[in-house]
């Protein structure tokens, strides 16, 4: 075979729709985000509006020219207002076509996003459908009660109560909100009983039962007997009776139950709902008057766009969701002969997920080969080096699984000498050289195969880089490194050219852990994402999607990298790019990190310029010199925790 001919040069034609095989945009982004025809992505905010489209390398651009940092968060709020207003459409049509006699009040779970811009923008978005809060601590409470002013939406209250938690769940009924008080456990409730009777309140109450239906996912322990919340069946009875003692037998208005967290199978929506339907009509029977069902959360997020029951994925649609809600409360209802209950539901996920991202920039590529040595043949070298350059020579793609085998030996061989004294370090960097290239060559052509042996789909990896990228996966991707949620991670351009590199991610921080490796698969979960080679003196940008439920709120400070800089972007027809930033919020300067750890930035900065005075009274340092370090010390105190 001639050797010219059995190494031919890849083709490199790509077309967006390859892309889009790789990246799963379509499938993932519930049609907010899509690859536009100049290999840009494009976020379409409003879902009743298809041809407004915003190009994200705009943003980027804009973004540049006004100053602000990367990395940041893009914050879409027609997205979020989307989000909401298809939930309460989708409860709504379905209630209309099914016949059901009760309504949807919907609340959203203050835990999942607590920024006060998310909460206003959700509150907003709701106010036409009722739509309510759910606070599950004394700070949520407090923040829901100045910001859920609607009178006909709901606060559901949940989580473990003390006594101020319940005084001020009183306070809100006092206020004329229309506050359930979520009992957890059962010493909850003889507290409640005595503060009602002492401020004089009519409390309204929700008994949360322990499902024995176990949920599907990550967080299934949530639901059955040894759930963390809720009380048993027993305790049911108990606090109604208690509650019928008492007087306050009209304060029961809501039964809810939670079975978990981002529920990958329909199957468990279904066994919880028949479970709770027959706990209601059974309580309904015995003359407790429930008026509401709080069918918990659970709506999950299609993160890896597979429609399967991975962790990162669910098996069904919003409307398949509600729908079995509806329709099994009403099948349950209708042939217990009892009034359909009206529905709560506490999608926090699937409310905030896409409407924000974190855009970065990659900064650099590790490769695991480094820097190439010069390989010429020198005199008197060892014979080990010798073979390997004979090896390199001779390789076509007849030999390929061979020479695999042989320069891996003749690797470890090389070491081994190395480590005896027998093998000059200028010797061993010819190996390593020489071992990558063959490595390099060997993967470019494996398309020319028409078998590739199951070693050689191993080079792939082998040869993968690290892209280094400007952000925190402990400050902005926290799930990715402590529950291996995979997040989307797509290239804002160049989506109309093929991505040749195979790579993991790898953050700023100086811990091992700071690392992205688990991304959209064919099948399963992948280890490397493909990316484009970087260009000299050209940004390469890549956005972190889905991250707008837990991500922007659950990060920590590792390596005093504080929260990211943030746009708000608001779709606007009228203008020539479709949009515009409404606000800039800055992120966490140095100064604001180092004061929550207890540092006194003005003291610090003091410290340093006795040192320097010191240094200038030596005649180690000019003044002019100080000085101007004096106020590069207090410039940085200033400054984006990230790199610039």
């Known amino acids: 075979m001639n050797k010219a001919n059995s190494l031919k040069t890849p083709s490199n034609a790509w077309s967006i729709e390859q892309s889009e095989q790789i990246y799963r945009v379509n499938r993932w982004s519930n049609g907010y985000f899509e690859i536009g025809e100049n290999g840009n992505l494009h976020a379409i905010p409003r879902y009743d509006q298809p041809k407004l489209k915003i190009d994200l390398r705009e943003i980027i651009d804009e973004m540049s ?17 989307s989000q909401v207003e298809l939930l309460n459409k989708t409860f709504r049509h379905t209630i209309e076509e099914a016949q059901y006699e009760g309504k949807y009040l919907g609340v959203f779970p203050v835990k999942v996003n607590q920024m006060r811009e998310v909460i206003e923008e959700i509150v907003s978005a709701g106010a036409r459908f009722d739509y309510g809060l759910e606070a599950g601590s004394k700070p949520e409470l407090i923040a829901a009660l100045a910001y859920n002013t609607n009178k006909n939406s709901l606060t559901i209250l949940n989580g473990y109560k003390d006594e101020e938690y319940l005084r001020l769940a009183l306070l809100g009924l006092k ?48 639901s059955g007997e040894r759930a963390k919340f809720g009380l048993s069946i027993a305790e049911i009875i108990n606090a109604v009776t208690l509650l019928e003692k008492e007087g306050f037998e009209d304060s029961i208005k809501l039964l809810h139950f939670h079975i978990g967290s981002q529920l990958t199978d329909i199957r468990a929506i279904k066994e919880a709902v028949q479970e709770a339907s027959i706990v209601y009509t059974q309580l309904i029977k015995q003359g407790v008057p429930l008026q509401y069902v709080d069918v918990g959360g659970g709506l999950a997020v299609d993160y890896d766009g597979s429609q399967s029951t991975n962790d990162s994925s669910c098996n069904y649609s919003l409307e398949e969701y509600v729908s079995d809600i509806v329709y099994g409360f009403k099948q349950s209802c209708d042939l217990a002969g009892v009034p359909h209950p009206n529905i709560v539901s506490e999608s926090g996920r699937a409310m905030t997920a896409h409407h924000s991202c974190v855009v970065t920039k990659v900064i650099g590529e590790i490769q695991p080969n480094g820097k190439k040595f010069n390989t010429n043949k020198a005199t008197g070298e060892h014979i080990i080096v010798s073979n390997m350059r004979e090896l390199e020579s001779d390789l076509t793609t007849d030999n390929f699984h061979e020479t695999y ?49 199951e070693e050689l789909n191993d080079i792939s990896e082998m040869l993968s880089s690290q892209y280094l990228a400007n952000f925190s996966v402990f400050q902005s991707a926290v799930d990715s490194w402590a529950i291996d949620q995979v997040l989307p991670i797509v290239p804002i351009s160049r989506l109309n050219e093929k991505p040749t590199k195979q790579c993991s991610l790898v953050d700023i921080t100086c811990d091992s852990d700071g690392k992205i490796d688990k991304f959209i698969g064919d099948e399963t979960v992948a280890k490397n994402i493909p990316l484009h080679k970087l260009i000299d003196n050209e940004d390469y940008f890549i956005g972190l999607f889905l991250t707008g439920a837990y991500q922007d709120v659950m990060g920590d400070m590792h390596n005093l ?28 300067s140095v100064e604001h990190v180092l004061s929550t750890m207890q540092y006194t930035p003005a003291i610090m900065a003091q410290m340093i310029k006795k040192e320097i005075d010191k240094q200038i009274q030596r005649g180690k340092i ?11 010390y207090e410039d940085c105190l200033n400054g984006y925790t990230y790199l610039k």
């Open 65 to 81: 020219s006004m100053g602000i940092q990367f990395p940041a968060v893009i914050r879409f709020h027609d997205i979020l207002r």
């Open 175 to 222: 206020i004329n909100r229309k506050i359930v008080i979520v009992i957890e456990k059962f010493t909850e409730l003889v507290k409640l009983v005595e503060l009602a009777k002492e401020l004089n309140v009519k409390p309204v109450i929700g008994l949360r039962v322990k499902m024995m239906v176990k949920g599907r996912g990550k967080w299934e322990s949530s």
């Open 405 to 453: 085998n042989d320069i891996a030996q003749l690797k470890e061989q090389a070491l081994s000498a190395f480590k005896l004294g027998i093998f000059t370090l200028e010797e061993l960097a010819k190996i390593e050289t020489m071992y990558w290239r063959i490595l390099n060559n060997i993967q470019s052509h494996l398309h020319d195969l028409d078998f590739i042996p």
């Open 561 to 588: 990298f504080g929260r990211l800089n943030e746009v708000h972007i608001v779709s606007y027809d009228d203008d020539p790019k479709d949009f515009y930033i409404e606000e800039v919020i800055k992120g966490s």
């Open 622 to 632: 000019k003044p002019r010199e100080g000085v101007h370090l004096i106020d590069f």
